[in-house]
Each structure stands twice: as C-alpha cells, then as structure tokens.
C-alpha cells in the first residue's frame, strides 16, 4: 500500500466506527454486545481494545466522546464529520491487506507426521463437527434474515453477503476435513 493511501486507523477501528454509523452513538460495553453479535466470528477483537479504540478514535478527531455527568457516568461516543469521512474513505479503497489465516488446526496438521498413528483422524473429526456448528449457525442466521429481509433493506442485504461467505467458508472447511477423515481412515 502507498503512503498515500495508508488506512487512518486500525481495522479494528473500522469495526468501531462502521458499528457507530450503523447502529448510532454508543458506549463501549454496546460496542462489545454488538461485535459479538456480528464481526466477532471473523474479526475477534478482544473485550479490552473495544474500551480504548473508541478514545483513541476521538482523540483522531474521528469520534466525538460525551461523559454522562450523572448516574453510572458512561461514555458515549458519537461518529464525527470526519470519522464518517474516515469510513467512506476506507470503503471506497478496494486494496486490503493480505488476509491472516491462524488457524491451529492446520499448524497440527503440518506436523501431523511427527504424531501418533489416529491423530489426523482424530483432528479431522472434531475440526469437521466444529465446522459444521459453524456452518449450521451461519445457514441458521441466513434464515432468520429470509424472515426479516423485508424490514432490514440495506443492513440486511450487508449481513447476507458476509453470512454467505461465512457458510460458504465454512462449507469448504467441512468438506475438506470430512474429507480427510475418511481417507485417513481407511
């Protein structure tokens, strides 16, 4: 990526903000009820980062940070001119980094031949009925959103597409290692 182009904040801070204009101003323990509930299963952020990025946001003129003055004084934070700017920017630019693929799995599988005879099974079993929770949750999703599509509009259409992906993914994954255990089973 040139310098030109360098990403303004993290993507981790993209979530943030993508979340604030989507669901409006929020504090951030409603930033970390609505990750789980939607980037978490392909963006992990960690429960601590979603109480810091929001003040470094603001302190980027990104986000603009109001104090409740009484009661249990939360923090709530309101999306700027220039964080929905920031956001626009970062949507239009069809560059992303290469993608990270961490997966523990296929780190055993790599040294699967200094293992036991039945491990790769084993570890193809149990990544295959991981996978498949995954996929059933993603397909489960799929059709919840068919019931309510004709409410959602837009936000809807954007679920679809990264649910689809999501099962798509996780169709591969099941497949493959199904797959796996049956040949190594043999």
């Known amino acids: 990526m040139a310098a030109d182009e360098q990403e303004e904040c993290s993507p981790s801070g993209y979530v ?65 001119d220039a964080g929905h700017a920031a956001l626009a920017r970062w949507l239009a630019n069809p560059h992303a980094p290469e993608p990270e693929t961490r997966d523990p799995a296929q780190l055993k ?12 099974v084993a570890l193809a079993k149990a990544r295959a009925a991981q996978h498949r929770r995954w996929l059933d949750l993603y397909e489960g999703r799929l059709a919840e959103l068919d019931q309510a599509a004709q409410h959602d509009g837009e936000q809807s259409l954007a679920r679809r597409r990264i649910l689809t992906l999501a ?8 497949d493959y290692w199904e797959s796996l255990a049956a040949e190594e089973g043999e």
């Open 109 to 120: 599988l790599f040294f699967a031949d200094l293992g036991g005879p039945g491990d790769v």
């Open 167 to 174: 099962a798509a993914h996780e169709r591969a994954y099941v």
């Open 16 to 80: 943030v903000l993508g979340l604030i204009a989507r669901h409006g101003p929020m504090t951030p323990y409603e930033l970390k009820a609505r990750t789980e509930e939607s980037v978490q299963f392909f963006w992990p952020i960690p429960h601590a980062q979603l109480y810091r990025i929001p003040a470094r946001l603001a302190e980027l003129g990104l986000l603009h940070e109001e104090a409740e003055e009484d009661g249990r004084r939360r923090r709530v934070f309101h999306l700027t």
